[in-house]
């Protein structure tokens, strides 16, 4: 098992930026793949972006690319993702996800495990 919980959301107005943190415990020498995820309300569960074990590859949706960045701290079983430029339209439940399974991937399905969710709210 992977225990994950998210912090770091809050209220933002547009143009501003936000970092969130995913705090990782358990058994992280499994060597997870991690990811974020968005749901804002009334839509679907949408990937936002993922960083493989070394931090080495990153991948990100269309919508944050070039405003939002992944990074990992494996030393602090910790991820991030520092959010700028922030627009109403990135107004939403932030997940963080997990998994094991050596491929990077943006489908929710294939994330074992999954934070609670912080929420982020950009104002206009």
């Known amino acids: 098992q992977v225990q994950l919980v998210e912090s770091g959301g809050g209220l933002v107005q547009a143009g501003g930026s936000l970092r969130l943190s995913c705090a990782a415990s358990?058994?992280?020498?499994?060597?997870?793949?991690m990811g974020w995820f968005r749901q804002a309300p009334g839509k679907e569960r949408e990937f936002v972006a993922t960083?493989?074990?070394?931090?080495?590859?990153?991948a990100y949706a269309d919508s944050v690319k070039g405003r939002f960045t992944i990074s990992r701290d494996n030393a602090q079983s910790t991820m991030y993702l520092q959010m700028n430029s922030l627009k109403p339209e990135d107004t939403a439940i932030y997940y963080c996800?997990?998994?094991?399974?050596?491929?990077?991937?943006?489908?929710?399905?294939?994330?074992?495990?999954w934070g609670q969710g912080t929420q982020v709210t950009v104002s206009s």
């Open positions: 960083i493989n074990w070394s931090g080495t590859n990153t």
């Open positions: 358990g058994r992280t020498f499994m060597k997870p793949y």
């Open positions: 996800a997990a998994h094991t399974l050596g491929i990077e991937t943006s489908r929710s399905e294939r994330y074992r495990w």
